[in-house]
């Protein structure tokens, strides 16, 4: 079945550390995003990228780098800049940015992963 | 800009009762609406979606309606489950613009007791 894999599902980091975030997807979609939950607040957007070695910073992108090698890989890291790392993750893709009449803009999310800053 | 406004949260409803989550927007032109749930622990899952006015969504008998004169898209159920407990998020795409992201509102919780 196609979908969108991320992990680790949990983690854990020291105060300084960097950790990198993995999201694959096999639903050959162009568009993959990061999104930032925290409680009370909704998603927040990091990072997002249309195509393969291009990506652009969303609304709180300081903190964070992505990459986008291949089309079905776009790992965060989180570095030891992002002040308040604690917060669920979402990666999600879709098969077109924006392109609302054409339908190819529904996104489809991964399951999520937790960090937590000791 | 472009935004979205849900009704605060957290609702609790006993089974079989209506549910009604609100959702009001800003935008130019006319994006299309959505409404995404999240399962406890997991990712959020498309729930219904409307891309012009007057049209309605509907899934697991939810129902929610694009209204222009209003920018409302209200989420409706009229006899909830205890298995429809979840975060509810309504969000938007201006339309007719390639490049455009999807804005979230900030979520309700939505609780059903037995």
């Known amino acids: 079945d196609g979908g969108i894999t991320q992990s680790p599902k949990y983690l854990f980091r020291k105060e300084g550390q960097n950790v990198t975030l993995s999201c694959e997807q096999n639903?050959?979609?162009?568009?993959m995003y990061w999104y930032r939950q925290d409680p009370g607040q909704g998603l927040r957007l990091i990072y997002y990228s249309q195509i393969v070695n291009d990506f652009q910073k969303g609304d709180i992108a300081e903190g964070y780098s992505v990459s986008r090698e291949k089309k079905e890989s776009f790992p965060l890291t989180v570095t030891s800049a992002q002040k308040n790392p604690t917060a669920f993750y979402l990666c999600?893709?879709?098969?077109?940015?924006?392109?609302?009449?054409?339908?190819?803009?529904?996104?489809?999310f991964g399951a999520g992963s937790r960090l937590t800053v000791l | 800009g472009d935004s979205v406004t849900q009704m605060e949260g957290p609702v609790t409803l006993s089974e079989e009762a209506c549910l009604t989550i609100n959702c009001t927007y800003t935008a130019t032109g006319y994006p299309s609406l959505f409404w995404y749930v999240q399962y406890p622990g997991e990712g959020l899952q498309l729930l219904l979606k409307a891309t012009k006015a007057d049209d309605k969504g509907s899934n697991k008998g939810f129902e929610a309606t694009y209204r222009k004169e209003t920018t409302s898209f209200h989420l409706e159920k009229g006899s909830v489950q205890v298995s429809d407990s979840a975060v509810y998020f309504c969000?938007?795409?201006?339309?007719?613009?390639?490049?455009?992201?999807?804005?979230f509102g900030e979520g309700t919780q939505l609780t059903v007791n037995p």
């Open positions: 999600a893709s879709s098969a077109r940015l924006g392109q609302a009449l054409s339908g190819a803009n529904v996104l489809t």
């Open positions: 639903l050959n979609h162009d568009a």
């Open positions: 969000a938007l795409l201006p339309g007719e613009t390639s490049g455009s992201r999807l804005t």
